[in-house]
């Protein structure tokens, strides 16, 4: 016989209350102050306000610091088939106008911000990637793959795990990596972005597969590459560098520190020589740190460096350090620059905002003593919504050089 256990009902800090009813969907567990009972992984917490009254209801991961991520707040509401359902209809129709043939690879889902918190879902064509960040989803997965399937009609969904919930999932009989629907994949998958085909390693790529969210800085880099020599710092696959050979650069450098995502990059590559502007491109790839490469003096100058680095600040207290590094990057990368050249600086960290990474890329620039103009400030693209502040991670600036 099953016992049912009655609700788990939690009460929270006033701050932590206030940050809820503002529209955050975290609660740590260092603001839980009560609790009716130990909760298991995946179960609905259910958080009452100091007037005992419904405040919010979400996914109850006994594993995390962030303890409940929150799926609705408001009024109490029922969790059914319809409203999953109706969540996930939510979350197609922002991206209706992006499926199109020449574009097959973006994003369906992304995580809190489209109100499935820690859940991320990828299409490449006839791939669906899910991405999990918390255990919690583990006994929710078998419902929400049936409504995908059901929805999307794909032919296979693989299942990748953020590094600290393998374990976890390992003993609730999940991999990272594992085909959850359809057949095993045996050929690489491909997808088009804007025209242009890619590889992405769905099974043991970096994130699930590819960077999708660099997708529209890649088209503005197509349109500024023309007659352009290329460096493309932190390259991953190419995407940057395909784009501008697509645009009519006339070289293309990758440089990365993972082979794999080089032997990416070249595949990327071959896969559009049918494209006259690709096939007459030079494209070199260097294996290296980049910033050692960066250190060392070259007589190698190019028209347009992009610089789109891994997070450099994983915590706020590494914040102060990412914005010093990053402008250490930018002076070096000036350094290989050429008069009338076009500098691309992207950030991934959440810790450092838009606002403070803009004025760190224009104070290195000005230290450098070059003459410039910002072209253009963007965040993020439509299939990545940010809807709070920890959310929003994505920031590129444009810059012409002139002098
Ligand atoms: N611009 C890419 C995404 C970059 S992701 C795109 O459009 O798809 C960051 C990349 O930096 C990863 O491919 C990672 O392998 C690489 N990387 C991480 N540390 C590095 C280092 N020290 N030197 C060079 N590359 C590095």
Redesign the pocket.
Same mark, same amino acid.
């Given at each position: 016989m099953t016992i049912k256990l009655p609700a788990l009902k939690l009460r929270i800090t006033p701050p932590a209350e206030s940050a809820v009813r503002d529209g955050h969907p975290w609660i740590f567990s260092n603001s839980i102050t009560k609790q009716n009972r130990d909760g298991v992984s995946g179960e609905y917490a259910v958080v009452y306000d100091r007037n005992n009254e419904f405040l919010c209801i979400g996914l109850y991961d006994p594993f995390s610091p962030l303890r409940v991520r929150v799926l609705h707040a408001g009024k109490p509401i029922t969790l059914d088939g319809a409203w999953w359902r109706a969540r996930f209809e939510r979350a197609l129709r922002l991206r209706t106008d992006l499926a199109t043939p020449q574009t097959t690879g973006f994003r369906y889902c992304n995580g809190e911000s489209d109100g499935w918190p820690g859940f991320v879902l990828d299409r490449y064509d006839t791939t669906l990637v899910i991405k999990l960040y918390s255990t919690a989803w583990f006994s929710h997965l078998n419902r929400l793959l049936e409504l995908i399937v059901d929805r999307l009609a794909p032919e296979s969904i693989v299942l990748r795990l953020s590094r600290n919930i393998q374990q976890t999932a390992e003993e609730a009989g999940l991999a990272d990596g594992q085909v959850s629907f359809g057949p095993p994949i045996q050929k690489p998958v491909t997808f088009f972005e804007n025209g242009l085909l890619f590889h992405a390693d769905v099974i043991r790529g970096?994130k699930t597969g590819?960077?999708l969210d660099?997708r529209e800085n890649?088209k503005k880099v197509q349109g500024l590459a023309e007659h352009r020599d290329v460096l493309?710092? +932190?390259?991953?696959?190419g995407?940057?560098s395909l784009y501008a050979a697509a645009g009519g650069a006339r070289s293309a450098t990758d440089?990365?520190?993972?082979r794999h995502?080089l032997e990416q990059a070249k595949q990327n590559f071959g896969l559009n020589q049918s494209d006259s502007n690709v096939a007459r491109c030079e494209h070199y790839v260097i294996q290296?740190?980049? +910033?050692e490469w960066l250190e060392n003096p070259s007589p190698a100058s190019y028209d347009l460096i992009?610089l789109?680095?891994?997070s450099m600040a994983k915590k706020e207290i590494e914040r102060t350090e990412a914005i010093r590094a990053y402008g250490h990057l930018v002076k070096q990368a000036l350094l290989r620059l050429r008069k009338q050249g076009i500098l691309v600086a992207a950030s991934c960290s959440a810790h450092v905002s838009a606002e403070e990474f803009f004025e760190a890329i224009q104070a290195a620039i000005r230290r450098s003593r070059r003459t410039f103009e910002v072209l253009k400030t963007t965040r993020h693209p439509q299939d990545h919504p940010a809807a709070f502040r920890e959310a929003s991670y994505l920031k590129c600036l444009y810059a012409r050089i002139s002098d």
């Amino acid at each position: 016989m099953t016992i049912k256990l009655p609700a788990l009902k939690l009460r929270i800090t006033p701050p932590a209350e206030s940050a809820v009813r503002d529209g955050h969907p975290w609660i740590f567990s260092n603001s839980i102050t009560k609790q009716n009972r130990d909760g298991v992984s995946g179960e609905y917490a259910v958080v009452y306000d100091r007037n005992n009254e419904f405040l919010c209801i979400g996914l109850y991961d006994p594993f995390s610091p962030l303890r409940v991520r929150v799926l609705h707040a408001g009024k109490p509401i029922t969790l059914d088939g319809a409203w999953w359902r109706a969540r996930f209809e939510r979350a197609l129709r922002l991206r209706t106008d992006l499926a199109t043939p020449q574009t097959t690879g973006f994003r369906y889902c992304n995580g809190e911000s489209d109100g499935w918190p820690g859940f991320v879902l990828d299409r490449y064509d006839t791939t669906l990637v899910i991405k999990l960040y918390s255990t919690a989803w583990f006994s929710h997965l078998n419902r929400l793959l049936e409504l995908i399937v059901d929805r999307l009609a794909p032919e296979s969904i693989v299942l990748r795990l953020s590094r600290n919930i393998q374990q976890t999932a390992e003993e609730a009989g999940l991999a990272d990596g594992q085909v959850s629907f359809g057949p095993p994949i045996q050929k690489p998958v491909t997808f088009f972005e804007n025209g242009l085909l890619f590889h992405a390693d769905v099974i043991r790529g970096q994130k699930t597969g590819f960077f999708l969210d660099q997708r529209e800085n890649r088209k503005k880099v197509q349109g500024l590459a023309e007659h352009r020599d290329v460096l493309n710092v +932190f390259s991953f696959a190419g995407g940057f560098s395909l784009y501008a050979a697509a645009g009519g650069a006339r070289s293309a450098t990758d440089l990365d520190i993972s082979r794999h995502a080089l032997e990416q990059a070249k595949q990327n590559f071959g896969l559009n020589q049918s494209d006259s502007n690709v096939a007459r491109c030079e494209h070199y790839v260097i294996q290296a740190d980049a +910033f050692e490469w960066l250190e060392n003096p070259s007589p190698a100058s190019y028209d347009l460096i992009v610089l789109d680095p891994p997070s450099m600040a994983k915590k706020e207290i590494e914040r102060t350090e990412a914005i010093r590094a990053y402008g250490h990057l930018v002076k070096q990368a000036l350094l290989r620059l050429r008069k009338q050249g076009i500098l691309v600086a992207a950030s991934c960290s959440a810790h450092v905002s838009a606002e403070e990474f803009f004025e760190a890329i224009q104070a290195a620039i000005r230290r450098s003593r070059r003459t410039f103009e910002v072209l253009k400030t963007t965040r993020h693209p439509q299939d990545h919504p940010a809807a709070f502040r920890e959310a929003s991670y994505l920031k590129c600036l444009y810059a012409r050089i002139s002098d």
